[in-house]
């Protein structure tokens, strides 16, 4: 019986981190299976999420494909980027983070109030994350997604028949995507990397 996480290109656990640097390849095919996350909550209103999240994948793949020996790390293709004016893959990253937080924290919410329902646990998350970088004409275009989660019963049957298998597997996966969306954001502080952008 596989689950969802049995089925993904790469979980967050598998993804290196060597000395604090994360390794670019495999963060980015983490990433992109949590994207398909988005797809089990069945709403065309978490398109825009998924839309956003892919086109920042895209920005740091691109980096990485164009320069492979500058880019093997996240650290090092914001290193490699913060003295040119275009931070196209940098800016990627901080709002493909961003979109990962906040799928963290809904997540963590979700585990950790097992009496709530994901329309309560994904609208506080998106409060707690998201809301603060979001215009006034954005938001409601989350907001609407947020209402349309699945009732949670049904988002858990469709990670998978076997639910203790799901519970561990997914607290495995979001402990590791917690501490990597911490060690990046606490980088990006560190140089101050993300401003203006």
């Known amino acids: 019986m596989s689950t969802f996480f049995d089925n993904m290109k790469k979980s967050f656990k598998d993804v290196p981190v060597t000395e604090g640097k994360i390794s670019t390849s ?9 994207v398909k996350l988005f797809d089990l909550l069945g709403s065309s209103a978490f398109s825009v999420v998924q839309s956003d999240m892919t086109g920042n994948i895209e920005k740091i793949r691109a980096k990485l494909l164009s320069a492979p020996d500058k880019a093997s790390t996240l650290q090092d293709l914001v290193l490699s980027e913060a003295g040119e004016k275009k931070k196209t893959a ?12 906040f799928t963290a924290v809904a997540m963590r919410e979700t ?9 309560k646990t994904f609208t506080d998350a998106y409060g707690k994350t998201l809301t ?8 409601p275009i989350f907001k609407l997604a947020m209402k349309a989660c699945p009732y949670r019963k049904d988002f858990f049957e469709k990670l998978g028949a076997d639910q203790e298998k799901v519970s561990e597997q997914l ?7 917690e501490s990597i969306v911490q060690i990046i954001f606490e980088f990006f502080e560190s140089g101050n990397y993300g401003k203006g952008l």
């Not at 495999?26 to 949590?34: D, I, M, N, Q, Y």
């Not at 940098?90 to 937080?101: A, I, P």
């Not at 603060?132 to 938001?139: L, Q, T, V, W």
């Not at 607290?171 to 995507?177: D, H």
């Open 26 to 34: 495999e963060f980015l095919e983490a990433s992109e299976s949590l």
């Open 90 to 101: 940098t800016q990627g990253l901080l709002w493909l983070s961003r979109g990962l937080q």
């Open 111 to 119: 585990v950790d109030r097992p009496d709530a329902e994901l329309t």
């Open 132 to 139: 603060k970088y979001h215009s006034m004409m954005i938001r």
């Open 171 to 177: 607290k495995e996966w979001l402990e590791a995507l």
